[in-house]
């Protein structure tokens, strides 16, 4: 019996490593595997918790296409009305569109329906936590930079992705507060100078709310906005970065050309499954415990009722925040109508934000002329300007996100609604200078602590008298693999790109450009406090400094003898 063995003393049993390797070697024939996997098999992946941010947005995503598969068994999307009749008894005889009527089915009569329905709503905000903070990571890092640009640039892609199809996803239900949101777009497009009209009887076939808006969302957001992320989250976690050397921070040997980590076989694959499963368990545990989006008490969506304290998911507080600070300015010229109070905060702000977003890494390139490859990250405190430049960001954000949320923050303190959209008016326009000068000076006296620790040692609390009287404290030498992020050498972040001086009273070409004297003066700006990188002295240097003392020499000294 060729190519059989007696296993277990079963004759025809093939032999397990034949099984394998024949599989293999078919895979391979025909689709070239075996060199990837043995490469991908031996990359290394370093060792550090800021690497998870962007697998729990991929196992979060993961979670999303599952618990939606099965939602979609079951919600209904149409607006056709229909008289409820469910097992919730407050609602029963209230004449409700289908979708509205499934999502109750959904909620109390398919079995698990609520925890899976949580369970997608929970996902898609962890989702969204984690690629913000995965992109906040990334930028503060210097993560951006050449040559992972079009990771950047699909990453912000992805984002507008889930920002939009969350936006979709929570209308679907067609209650109050997701008919609430509804409005709120149907606002945004009309106010859209010269085609706003048109942009809404195209979006929901009719005037305000008509028959075909949810059907509409309905597919693009089990449809074409998933199929796009799950052709972009593979190309940008596994494609990109599996074709690129890792990146990792400085220190522990770490250098732009050494990658020091795990391999990915058995250590990361391991790991990361415990991860996956972590994903899934605090997911799953939320959504037990944790209500979120009780539609039925909401009730269905009424064009005429008011809900008090109305709120969107958090990713989208800061449009609402928008909206609600922006003054109620307009333009009236040649017959029309340009609402700055609509188009600003939801045009405006957005497109300059993610075009900032966007374009950032080749300005920055431009102001740096920095053209280097970057493996080896930058630690915030290294590159003061562009922390600087990232805080003032986020403050604006959060600033934004506080002020969707200004009635409520009004009613529970007890002030008045104007104060606290005045406050956030003002507030939004000097937070950001604040943030930045703050984030400035905190990176600047890190380094000059790390500078200190890396020149003299750790101070002790030990205070030793010297033959002559003084009193100096003794400093205990760090060993050079506790201070290797400090010391360890790294590609510059900028280059010098200053004008050179006049040559025989000529001037240079470079200095009488209007923009290349802007850009030398940014880039003035940007190497004003970037990180030098400290020499190492040799130990025991004289007075007491850089010698770690006996357990008698402590007593000694603390005795003050």
């Not at 009730?299 to 304290?309: K, L, M, R």
Request: one cysteine or more; proline letters at 7%.
């Amino acid at each position: 019996m060729a190519g059989y063995r007696t296993a277990g003393g079963r004759p025809g049993a093939r032999e397990p490593s034949k099984l394998v390797g024949g599989t293999a070697r078919a895979l391979d024939e025909r689709f070239g595997t075996n060199g990837f996997v043995r490469k991908a098999m031996r990359k290394a992946f370093p060792d550090q918790w800021s690497f998870l941010l962007g697998e729990i947005a991929m196992y979060s995503f993961v979670v999303i296409l599952l618990t939606g598969v099965y939602l979609t068994l079951f919600f209904k999307p149409s607006m056709h009305e229909v008289i409820y009749s469910g097992s919730y008894t407050k609602l029963q005889g209230v004449k409700m569109s289908e979708a509205y009527a499934s999502t109750l089915e959904i909620s109390f009569d398919v079995r698990g329906g609520l925890l899976v329905r949580q369970m997608h709503h929970w996902s898609t905000l962890i989702f969204m936590a984690a690629i913000l903070i995965h992109m906040l990571r990334n930028f503060f890092s210097g993560a951006f930079r050449k040559p992972r640009e079009l990771n950047w640039l699909i990453g912000i892609l992805m984002f507008m992705l889930v920002m939009l199809n969350g936006l979709f996803g929570y209308s679907l239900p067609d209650d109050l507060l997701s008919g609430t949101g509804l409005r709120i777009l149907e606002g945004v497009l009309a106010g859209i100078p010269l085609v706003g009209s048109y942009a809404v009887m195209f979006v929901f076939g009719g005037e305000f709310p008509g028959t075909d808006i949810i059907p509409r969302l309905y597919v693009v957001h089990v449809l074409l906005i998933p199929g796009i992320l799950a052709a972009l989250i593979p190309l940008h976690a596994i494609v990109l970065t599996w074709r690129q050397t890792h990146t990792q921070f400085p220190g522990k040997g770490s250098s732009n050309t050494t990658v020091r980590g795990y391999p990915f076989f058995p250590v990361f694959i391991a790991k990361t499954t415990a991860f996956f499963l972590w994903v899934i368990g605090v997911t799953t545990l939320l959504a037990a415990f944790v209500q979120i989006n009780p539609v039925w008490l909401f009730g269905p969506y009424d064009p005429g009722a008011i809900s008090s304290g109305s709120q969107p998911d958090w990713y989208m507080g800061w449009l609402e925040g928008a909206l609600r600070t922006m003054p109620g300015w307009e333009i009236n010229a040649w017959g029309h109508t340009l609402s700055l109070s609509v188009i600003v905060p939801a045009l405006v702000v957005p497109g300059a934000l993610f075009t900032g977003l966007a374009l950032y890494p080749f300005l920055e390139r431009w102001v740096t002329g920095d053209r280097e490859i970057h493996h080896l990250l930058d630690r915030p405190r290294d590159v003061p300007a562009r922390t600087g430049i990232g805080v003032a960001g986020v403050v604006f954000f959060g600033l934004l996100w506080l002020a969707g949320g200004n009635d409520i923050l009004a009613e529970r303190f007890h002030i008045s609604l104007f104060a606290t959209t005045w406050f956030f008016r003002v507030a939004i326009i000097v937070g950001p200078i604040i943030g930045y000068i703050v984030a400035y000076r905190i990176c600047v006296g890190l380094q000059r602590r790390d500078l200190g620790i890396a020149e003299h040692g750790l101070e002790t609390g030990i205070i030793r008298m010297s033959p002559d009287g003084k009193f100096s404290e003794v400093e205990r030498p760090m060993p050079d693999e506790a201070i290797a992020a400090i010391t360890d050498p790294r590609p510059a972040a900028a280059v010098p790109l200053d004008a050179p001086p006049p040559k025989d009273g000529v001037e240079s070409p470079r200095a009488r450009s209007g923009v290349k004297r802007v850009r030398a003066a940014l880039n003035r700006r940007f190497r004003a406090d970037l990180v030098t990188v400290p020499e190492r002295h040799p130990e025991g240097d004289g007075d007491g400094h850089g010698r770690e003392l006996t357990s008698a020499e402590d007593a000694e000294s603390v005795s003050g003898r």
